[in-house]
């Protein structure tokens, strides 16, 4: 019983996009962090 469109690599392939935009947004929301904590330490 093999389906006529298997399910597994889009699936994975939206995991992996899924994946890659969460740790896309993890880096933005580190990189503007430190950069308010640089502005803080200045006095900015």
Known sequence: MTPRRP???LLA???LSL???SVAV???RAE???AVR???A???
Do not use: I, N, T, Y
Request: negative net charge; charged residues 25%.
């Open 7 to 9: 399910l597994a690599p």
């Open 42 to 44: 200045e006095g900015r």
């Open 26 to 28: 993890a880096a933005v």
């Open 19 to 21: 994946l890659q935009a």
């Open 38 to 40: 640089a502005d803080r």
């Open 32 to 34: 503007h962090e430190s």
């Open 13 to 15: 392939a939206a995991f």
